[in-house]
């Protein structure tokens, strides 16, 4: 029997065959740049099967996929049979997309046509493709040796049951949630324009149109964002999204367009931005427009060529990361909320397991989604669970089998990654659970990943300082031990917005924004040995002034996240005295902070939990 | 009285006038873009009394010196009177030469003139200023608003006392000490130059001539350098050299220019080099020529405009940084040699100081310097020795009086920064002396300098790890107690070369360079309280393997430099015990190693002074 995956690039093949390609991208992401994606750009899946992140090249005679360290397993799991490729990156050898195509073009010669779907494929994304075959020496240009034609959804002919663009209700949140109005935001985006010499912005990051506008909805799973465009001028405001009664018929949808409209905002239909753009400039409504390539995506660029745009990074995603003091004071209530449902959910754990009941790691993240349910203000995960047990603990971004979930056994590590958006803030925590006996490399991978886990949180370090230049301090107690971990130590979170967001981050790779107060990040570091058992730790941590000294003026981090790290099977000598005392009094803070709201049987558990080691 | 310098800048003006300049751009370097500079081209100290490194910039209403955080205290007390304002680089605010031109090239409108010593600035110098007056919207070109003028040896006519191009005696160096002879070096060039697209490569680092040709001669100060350039073809070697018996008329020189003839390297005049390349590029001898600009002066990128160049960084930086076993082991030598030396003088110092005697900062580093000449082998100092007691050791860059020095008092910190040139290696070391009791803060700041120091040295990393991602290493135990240092923590040290050599290094500038095995590069934090005192620890280390685990291959360091560390007025509880185990067993090892080439009385004294704490 036919691989499935193998006949459609089969048929990807003919179609390239038909036009004339020497090659097909695509390049997993959606037409906002967007990281998570609705089902209807996940069209790597549909070609390949494969369901993590990557990025797929088709030509005649290759089939690759490309993607990073955290999905190498995953990735050997669900490829073989496809005829796909795995090309690794993030690893020292790595050739990336634009590379492997210019040596692919190189060697052609001539009439090499590279095809993208331009509607899921940045603007910037492209660029890198050209500029890499011209750095190989091919010319490349519309009657050149080496073509990109923009081939907009070039897979809806073979896709028959492709979903629709989603529009779900989308809700409005006023400043006592936000800290700011949506017009106070618009005003210092207009201010920031006019200092770069331009009189109008295009947002087409998500994630930056919901800061902007204070809404949000629920296109993206986990991503409470609303699938739209954003365009602010001078004197203008004007909102791209599929508006319409029979796609948005509830209340709520009507309530916040109302509210918008009121505000002076336009709202036109999604698929007018390009049209409505052109004409504005064309009547010279628009002088010079701004955006940012990395989320304008391809497509739009291309009908957009009369416009004079000056591209550069958006000025929202740095002043979004940098969260206001009613951001932070909302983060940590829902800090608060989070950690008494994380408590109550490892009490429930921990006496189920010792009762003998039968807990798979579907039930683990089903009652843990429970408990978070039951707080006011929760408007549902912030990524989907990883509830892994033993050796499934060792693949990063596990995904927990729907039915038939592997049983958690009393022994060993159990590593449960999660996180909740609330009205008030978004929560990302990892808790690795010793369910029982654990072997002396478990202990001693536990101890030394919480380790670095706290040399980060402890980091003092200078105003300018950027995420790149610490991130050792978290690696540093398993590189003494010749250990690692393949992916960045932390990663920006959003209120009430994704996850992940820029622009800093702490990780290895070099990104010189410094880490500035109000900033929320992650600190997880881990590790995972196939086969065997993973482990990560995970706070979220917040960036607070410290005072300044003759030597300048100084930063630190104070922990968001509320939950307990357990040390029944600390390897204690691995630890300093100074690392000790940290997790001493963070567990104490825990414990005194979540008391007055936990059931007096979970109360009592926690305070034998944290006592002091 | 005026102040001598203000009036060399006035004459300058008068010359800007004459000649319609409206900026005058000093950049401190010489025509082969060195670091260190031979008296010829030191035309900052000419016209403004200050002696540091840095770039000074005139225009008719102002005049800049730009510098660095080592540089501060000494410029504040040089430039006073002279009418030249501090611009600080390495700080957050900063504004850098092209950028600051750039905004007053933008301010002037138009006609704005840019003169620049062509000779002593590198082509990716001048490339830059005009890339920020781009940048600023200014029109750039030979009859745009913004010209640059390429003006060589522009101070000629008032500099009237100019030393001469230098020209010392030229040694050669056999692969016995060297690793690898000439025409290996020459081959491996040839083949990159191949695989580059070229056909010639003319390097002007003076360093990277010395170490291609294998020769040596003392035309800069420290840098066992001689001022010339070197084209390589593929048929052809061409040295241009200052090449006549009547500058250079010692027998060294005769033998060596006699040798490399031999080899079939054509001998040409220092200056002929421009003609001589145009003119093979002309006639068809060379196709494609290869260049660095950061250290190809913009006077002879100017002459050579016509040819075909292809400009990167060159190839030789990386290969000469990574030490082969012949060099690996003559830096060892080097470190033995070098510690007895650097052992019998920290004996004489105590011993002196103890019996009353007056010792001065000039004797110490005379002292030290007079051990070394006993090395055979040896061949000068590495730098100008920093000898400097107390407060005085608070400038990273103290230059120690010749006459009238500052005396020794048996109490507090003295900082000795030194180092040597022998064939076998060179040698680059700071000890931090207690000479009697010292203040509760000279001890703790002491020891947190000397943590940082050992916890950089511990570092196991992966491979492709850079300097810049374990710099924090170094700066965390200062850190915690809000604390820093204001330069880079490791440079890389040539071979019986510049004791200051790239690619790599260990500080928070990205700089994406793997450190390899082989690399030798400085440990050296430090910390400076102006008025009270200055401490830094330096060793150099060396990259080794560190074999391979499941997450990789591990790099380590190993010290080179032998020399204990005085833990009399060590804060002890502020160690790690891995820490201390470090100091105890490096400490234990100076001993062992040095002990049989040590005089009785100094292997006694250094018994007791590394003993294990």
């Keep these: 029997m036919e691989n499935l995956y193998a006949a ?161 209700p989308v809700m409005t949140l006023g400043a006592e949630l936000t800290g700011e109005s949506r017009q106070d935001r618009i005003a210092w985006l207009r201010d920031v324009l006019v200092e770069k010499g331009c009189d109008a912005m295009l947002l087409t990051a998500l994630d930056e149109i919901a800061w902007l506008l204070n809404i949000r909805a629920a296109d993206i799973p986990y991503n409470p964002v609303c699938i739209s465009y954003l365009l602010v001028t001078m004197d203008e405001v004007c909102w791209y999204v599929r508006k ?47 955006a940012d390539p990395s989320s304008l995506n391809y497509n739009l660029c291309t009908i957009l060529s009369d416009v004079a745009i000056q591209t550069g990074p958006s000025p929202v995603t740095l002043r979004k990361a940098v969260k206001n003091p009613t951001e932070i004071a909302g983060f940590r209530d829902a ?26 790691e579907r039930d683990a993240a089903d009652k843990l989604g429970q408990y978070r349910a ?51 803030g978004t929560t990302d925590i990892t808790r690795t659970v ?20 706290i040399d980060l949180a402890m980091a ?23 250990r690692n971990f393949g992916h960045g130590t932390g990663h920006g979170v959003g209120f009430f917005l994704n996850v992940h967001e820029g622009p800093q981050d702490i990780r290895q790779n070099f990104n010189a924004q410094p880490l500035l107060p109000g900033m929320v990040t992650s600190d997880e570091p881990g590790i995972y040995r196939e086969g065997r058992h993973g482990i990560r730790h995970e706070n979220l941590i917040l960036c607070v002034e410290d005072g300044t000294t003759d ?23 691995l630890l300093t005295p100074d690392e000790t005392e940290w997790l001493n009094e963070y567990n104490r803070r825990v414990y005194e902070t979540l008391r007055p709201r936990l059931p007096e049987a979970v109360a009592t558990w926690l305070e034998q939990k944290t006592r002091a080691i």
């Design 8 to 168: 459609r690039i089969e048929q990807i093949r003919t179609l390239m065959r038909a036009r004339g390609w020497s090659a097909v991208v695509l390049s997993g992401s959606d037409p906002h740049g967007s990281e998570y994606i609705a089902p209807r750009w996940q069209q790597i899946a549909w070609v390949s099967g494969y369901d993590g992140e990557g990025a797929l090249v088709i030509t005649l005679d290759h089939a690759g996929l490309w993607t990073d360290t955290r999905y190498f397993i995953q990735a050997g799991r669900q490829l073989p049979g496809t005829g796909i490729e795995l090309h690794k990156t993030r690893v020292p050898e790595q050739v990336l997309i634009p590379q492997w195509l210019a040596a692919q073009a190189a060697q052609a010669g001539d009439d090499y046509v590279i095809a993208v779907d331009g509607v899921s494929q940045s603007a910037s994304s492209v660029a890198e493709i050209l500029d890499a075959c011209r750095e190989a020496g091919c010319a490349v240009g519309d009657d050149a040796a080496v073509r990109v034609v923009n081939a907009p959804d070039l897979l809806d002919g073979l896709w028959t049951d492709r979903p629709g663009i989603p529009a779900t």
């Design 244 to 290: 319409d009664d029979f796609v948005r018929p509830d209340e709520e949808t009507a309530d916040s367009f109302e509210e918008l409209r009121a505000e002076g905002i336009r709202i036109q239909g999604y698929d007018e931005v390009a049209c409505d753009v052109a004409g504005m400039f064309e009547d010279g409504t628009i002088g010079r427009l701004y």
């Design 335 to 360: 800090h608060l909320e989070d950690g008494v449902a994380m408590e109550r959910f490892l009490y429930w754990l921990e006496k189920s397991l010792a009762f003998g009941d039968i807990v798979t």
């Design 374 to 424: 039951e707080i006011p203000g929760y408007k549902g995960d912030s990524f989907e669970t990883i509830s892994a047990y033993g050796p499934n603990a060792a693949l990063p971004h596990y995904v927990t089998p729907a039915g038939d979930a592997p049983r958690l056994e009393p022994h060993g590590l159990y590593l449960c990654d999660s996180g909740g958006q609330y009205v008030f």
């Design 434 to 453: 010793p369910l029982g006996p654990c072997t002396p490399l478990e202990r001693e991978d536990y101890t030394l990943v919480l380790k670095g886990h």
């Design 460 to 482: 003092v370090f200078p105003k300018g300082t950027a995420g790149c230049q610490l991130d050792v301090l978290a690696r540093n107690p398993l590189w003494q031990s010749r």
């Design 551 to 573: 030597f300048g003026t100084w930063l630190r981090f104070e922990p968001l996240t509320l939950c307990h790290f357990d040390t029944s099977v600390l390897v204690r000598e």
